[in-house]
């Protein structure tokens, strides 16, 4: 479906003055709406561009609008790498072979972890607060947050009055932008913009700001981020507000601005940092912001606003998802929330696809940083995790739904990480590992460090970087890229020089291994695991999570070398090399059964110590990898299952997403639901935010959007599978704009479960293979028939001409 810019403007004006309680003028599937103002953040509504974030709180009286800058970080550029760790890396190994693991995870932390052994944190920047002179009651009141323009608003009156706010964070022009607007009234408010201070720290800390007037029409904030870790803190920032009034008075007062009597206020808001890249701080941030005011003179509010429309409509307006509108789907988002448990409200899965993709448009562009744990939103100076990068699970996830979701540009800030994690990984796959290439573990920071962290219960994660390649490939394989490919080679190239390095034979049966090794944050019922003091963490540990060939390592490493090989080839290079690597996946271990029928997460058949883990890390094969497949490996089905079944539906905001996409890949689509509406119920914040128990963590609401397509389209077995998990609930719909694998765009229906048309763009002219369901189907191309083959499986294969359109009908 596409939209012109006018329409749009048009369905959110009608869309935001209607109650839509009384109107179904909004589409459901891409507005979220609710009848109060949130009383705390994780109830507020994100705005961002990629590189400012907001989040609004839609109050009376005073409204909150928090405040991130994307580079605002503790610390400044350094490094983890520690000298000669290579040496003890044997004796670790044999250690591990002879089941002496505690052994080899003290040693593993005495030498081979990285210093400081944690990492930077992502940090709050400001906080801008308005004080509204207003009495009486409040009646009407809705706010709103647009996924079609990326305009939060609210609206709400007091006696004859109707207050009106609507916010949005431009990337053509780099403000946030806030217009105020009254019926029948002047408006004067105070605005005040303050800096936050690590609490943690109290009066210990060594971050600071300074808040101050900027002439009569603007408040201006500077400040320093804080050291951590013994790493001085090299952020500076500063960040300016500009006032615009048509009529009334705008002046300053200390560090308050007042607007009195005027008709309508736009607020426009700026900020920057020092940050030029990982190992470079060396930027000016006023000239940074001066050259945002500069470029805005002479526009008016409603070109900003048009030229920020034009830019999100760019990417949002690619794709639709649209499934059946009940009753439910016109309440407010959180009372939705509640009703699907009960009542049906099919829309409330497209709205989470539509979100899912909204967050990825807004905090991951071409140019800025990737999304983090919390994407670019994050209220706390001692977020949880830090909201770094975490790489065992939760940076992939926030990247699954980016080509699926046509949104292909978003996967640069990623792809870029990549390359920057290169620098230091080269480092520590030489002093910690003694090997070639590259390495990198579990986490890392604005400053891109790559060694060991956390303590060798994380630490020993040594594939984050290859399945980070993953992307990197998945980009390929959806865009036929040549080009793209050919930039990212080296950096497949470096992840499997590495490994080729680093696998060390099993005693037995002389598989090729990771040593040491471990299954992310899962602790095995290995002989003599047990609780213990661990000296790195100063912590009370169940037990060391050191292992070897971890089953999640196996099947990465497995996806690694295969699509390598596949990249050798197609590039017409290192033929050499590609076929020593060819060589050494035959002898990664299989995936392995055990005794009680479940695929085992290790490579010994070890249980855990953990009831119900939250990870599915020896299920990366089944998703999102393509070591086990429903189709290929049937004889895994009945283990995946088992496990799914042991550790049940419940758990973390994440671990409920993939669960989605897991149940999705073994084709159960009412699982995939039942779950679904287990996560809104008790992981996902009112506005979709995901939890991750109890802080919010973005990963989720990507997660979730990636499971809606799974369940509506796959493509990960050389063929688009349509409709492989559908759920009886979702038994009619529409989606436009899904991309597939090969190189291909779909529009496609369905009516009672089955298939009514599919068009596929062709973008790259590659044969195309389609299993549309059963009963008989015919191809055209601007109303010709096709010759179509129809093959064993089901599906039909046809050529196809690059930029062609062709049409698959029932006949």
Partial sequence: MRYSLHFILLFSLVSQLLPAQES??????????YSA??????EALPIGNGRIGAMVFGKNGEERIQLNEETYWTGGPYSTVVKNGAAVLPEIQQLVFAGKMLKAHNLFGRRLMGYPVEQQKYQSLANLHLFFPENGTMSEYKRWLDLQTGISGVSYRIGDVTYRREAFVSAPDQVMVLRITASDQKISFKANLRGVRNPAHSNYGTDYFTMDPNGQDGLMLKGRSSDYLGIDGQIRFEAQLKVVAEGGAVRTDDADLWVENAKSVTLYFSAATNFVNYHDVSADPHAKVEAVWKNLQGK?????????????????????????????????????????????????????????????????????QPANLQGIWNNDMNP????????????????????????????????????????????????HYGCRGWVFH?????????????????????????????????????????????????????????????????????????????????FPASPGNQPY???????????????????IDMQILSDLFGYYTEAAAVLQVDADFAAKVAAARKRLPPPQIG???????????????????????HLYGLYPGKVISSWRTPNLVEPVKKVLEQRGDESSGWSRAWKMCLWARLYDGN????????????????????????????????????????????SHEGRIHLLPALPTAWASGRMEGVCARGGFQLDFSWQNGKLQELQVLSKAGLECRVLPGKGAFQVTQNGKKVKAQSLDDGSLSFATEKGKVYVVKPM
């Fill in 595 to 617: 005794k009680d029928g479940a695929l085992q997460e290790w490579t010994e058949d070890w249980g855990q110590l953990e009831k119900a883990h939250r990870h599915y890390s």
């Fill in 384 to 431: 949880a995790w830090d909201s770094k990068y975490t790489t065992n699970i939760n940076t992939e996830m926030n990247y699954w739904p980016v080509e699926t979701g046509n949104l292909s540009e978003c996967i640069e800030p990623l792809t870029k990480m990549v390359k920057e994690l290169v620098d230091q990984g080269t480092q520590v796959a030489r002093e």
């Fill in 671 to 714: 699982r995939l639901e039942k779950i679904f509406k287990g996560y809104l119920k008790d992981q996902a914040y009112p506005q979709l935010f995901a939890k991750c128990f109890t802080p919010m963590q973005v990963d989720g609401s990507f997660g979730v959007a990636a499971g809606v397509v799974e369940a509506l389209v796959q």
């Fill in 533 to 551: 003091y661990d000296e790195v963490t100063g912590m009370i540990l169940p037990g060391t999570t050191i292992c070897y060939g971890s089953s």
């Fill in 37 to 42: 103002p949130a009383q705390k953040w994780e």
């Fill in 300 to 368: 008016t509010y409603p070109q900003i606003q048009a030229a920020a429309l034009k830019d999100h409509q760019q990417y949002f307006q690619r794709s639709n998802l649209q499934l059946e509108n009940t009753q439910q789907s016109f309440l407010p988002t959180d009372e939705r929330m509640l009703s699907i448990q009960t009542a049906p409200d099919p829309s409330l899965a497209a709205l989470c696809y539509h979100f899912g993709r909204y967050l990825l448009i807004a905090s991951s562009r071409p140019g800025t």
């Fill in 442 to 522: 579990q986490n890392t920071d604005l400053w891109r460090v790559a060694a060991p962290m956390d303590g060798p219960t994380w630490g020993t994660f040594t594939t984050g970087g290859a399945w980070l390649c993953t992307h990197l490939w998945e980009h390929y394989l959806f865009t036929q890229d040549r080009e793209y490919l050919r930039e990212v080679y080296p950096l497949i190239q470096g992840s499997v020089q590495f490994f080729m390095d680093f696998l060390v034979e099993t005693p037995d049966k002389k598989w090729l291994v990771t040593n040491p090794s471990t299954s992310p944050e899962n």
């Fill in 24 to 33: 179904s003028s909004f589409n459901p599937a891409t507005t979220l709406w």
